[in-house]
């Protein structure tokens, strides 16, 4: 449907990815300042703001979100002039994780404050693999797009991947701890222990569909995972290399099996792991190179990931 009279605003990365995956792109005349994908979409006038800054180190930044929790206060704000000037007639955002993005909460009040509209909010929540695609096709629907092709494109690479694998004994699949944040140590939950099994992988301390695991230095190192691989939130390739090799000073590295084995990985996780969109079929796919080089060569190292 390329039809004018729609005006969206989204105000989380992953929806501007399922509207582009959907092939609204020219239909979002506003963004979140994390949206960045697809690189079209980096001109778009930019209707929040973050309270604190991501270049301050992981335990700051954790700190600082807390504080501002605490304190009642959100960690972004909504540009509600901005919002005023576009007049959006639909608002994408999310109810998950006040981290991530805009909570539910501030954008209503926000759009309750516009004056010229009174845009639909479309509020995403999604915890596993079915979720995102659930998302994809309900944005569809709602703006009368067929996401039929997009899903079965979607559903066929999760397919390829677990096919290639069927042949593997339960000795072949090695464990693997996916860190979310380093300071405190932190494990991905979510979609992630999902795709860590679906790439042939055993995940290890968090459970699927469920929030972020905190663990201690004890525990990483007592249950001594085959593979570490870093993805935490917010942070590109090169700031989780920063990331990781800071965390990699702590005694006792030297004696993890992983590190003995050279199976310590950095990833993109703000491009992949961390955005509940179209682009987990490639977040799998990442983690399918990375726990099975024998079987997948999908190209994404130096890009999606690398070694540390």
């Keep these: 449907m390329t039809n004018n009279s729609v005006r969206i605003v ?18 979002i005349v506003g963004r979140s300042h994390e949206c960045d994908y697809p690189p079209e979409i980096q001109n778009l006038p930019i209707c929040t703001q973050a309270r604190l800054s991501s270049h301050d180190p992981s335990r700051k930044i954790h700190d600082h ?40 909460g501030d954008v209503e009040q926000a759009v309750a404050s516009l004056v010229h509209s009174s845009p639909q909010i479309v509020s995403l929540n999604p915890n596993l693999l079915e979720d995102v695609w659930q998302d ?22 999760v397919t390829i991947c677990q096919r290639k694998l069927q042949g593997l004994s339960l000795t072949e699949l090695p464990t693997v701890a996916c860190i979310e944040w380093t ?16 790439a042939g992988g055993q995940s290890k301390f968090s459970l699927t569909g469920q929030p972020s695991t905190t663990i201690s230095w004890e525990t990483l190192l007592q249950s001594n995972p085959d593979i570490i691989i870093f993805m935490p939130c917010g942070f590109d390739l090169n700031r989780t290399r920063q990331e990781a090799n800071l965390f990699a000073q702590r005694p006792d590295w030297q004696k993890l099996h992983a590190v003995h084995s050279g199976r310590v990985y950095i990833t993109d996780g703000n491009a992949f792991f961390n955005r509940p969109g179209p682009r987990l079929a490639d977040s799998l796919e990442i983690l399918a190179e990375i726990l099975h080089p024998e079987i997948f060569d999908y190209g994404y190292k130096g890009t999606g990931w690398d070694t540390i």
């Excluded at 989204?10 to 239909?27: H, Q, V």
Aim: charged share 15%; proline share 4%; with cysteine.
């Design 10 to 27: 989204s105000l989380i990365p992953s929806g501007t990815e399922i509207l582009a995956t959907l092939g609204l792109t020219n239909e």
């Design 65 to 104: 979100v807390n504080n501002l929790i605490q304190s009642a206060l959100s960690i972004y704000q909504i540009k509600t002039d901005i919002l005023e000037k576009l007049q959006p007639t639909h608002i994408i955002t999310q109810d998950q994780c006040d981290v991530c993005a805009v909570s539910l």
């Design 136 to 157: 994809i096709e309900r944005v569809g629907n709602i703006f009368g797009v067929d996401s039929v092709h997009v899903l079965e494109n979607l559903a066929a690479r």
């Design 183 to 198: 300071d405190p140590l932190m494990t991905a939950a979510n979609w992630i222990p999902e795709l860590v099994n679906l």
